[in-house]
C-alpha cells in the first residue's frame, strides 16, 4: 500500500469515526431524556441550545425576515440568503407556547447570496406550537421578532 493510499484509508476511519461519535451524542441526547417533554428536537438533539443569536434583520445573512409557509399539514420556513452569506439553517424548539427560531452560527462555505430556501418542521411538538402560539425569531437582545405565516 502507497503512502498515499494510507493517508486515504486513515482519512476515511477517520472522518467515519467523527460521523459515528456525533450519531452517538444525537443518540445519548435521546436516550438521556426522562419525560416526553424532555425529549430533543431535531434541534436540540446533536447540541443546539435554544438562545438568541444573530438577527432575522441582518441584511447580509437574510434578503428579508424569513416566513412560516403552511402547504396543507406540512410546514416551512423558508428564507432568502442575504447579500453576504454563507451557508447555514436556522434552528427551531417549541417555546412558552410557541414555535422559537433562531441562528446561533454560519458555516464559513459558499456563497448563497439570492437563492431562497426552506426548511422542513417536522417535529410533532413543533407544529402544535406553531398553531398554538405562532412563530417568532429570537433577536440578539433577547426580544422576538413574530414571523409571518404563509398559507400556500
Not at 444525537?26 to 426522562?34: N, V, Y
Amino acid at each position: 500500500m502507497s503512502h498515499r493510499t494510507s493517508f486515504f484509508a486513515a482519512s476515511f476511519v477517520a472522518a467515519s469515526l467523527v460521523a459515528a461519535s456525533l450519531v452517538a451524542v444525537g443518540l445519548l441526547a435521546t436516550a438521556c431524556a426522562s419525560s416526553p417533554a424532555e425529549t430533543p428536537t431535531p434541534s436540540t438533539a446533536l447540541g443546539w441550545r435554544p438562545g438568541p443569536g444573530f438577527s432575522c434583520n441582518d441584511s447580509t445573512l437574510f434578503e428579508k425576515c424569513p416566513e412560516v409557509v403552511q402547504r396543507g399539514d406540512e410546514w416551512f420556513l423558508r428564507w432568502t440568503y442575504g447579500s453576504d452569506a454563507f451557508y447555514y439553517t436556522p434552528n427551531y424548539e417549541p417555546r412558552d407556547g410557541r414555535l422559537v427560531f433562531s441562528l446561533r452560527a454560519t458555516t464559513s462555505t459558499g456563497n448563497p447570496s439570492g437563492k431562497s430556501t426552506a426548511l422542513e418542521i417536522e417535529d410533532e411538538q413543533a407544529i402544535r406550537a406553531l398553531r398554538q402560539g405562532g412563530a417568532v425569531w429570537w433577536e440578539p437582545d433577547g426580544s422576538y421578532v413574530p414571523l409571518r405565516v404563509v398559507p400556500e
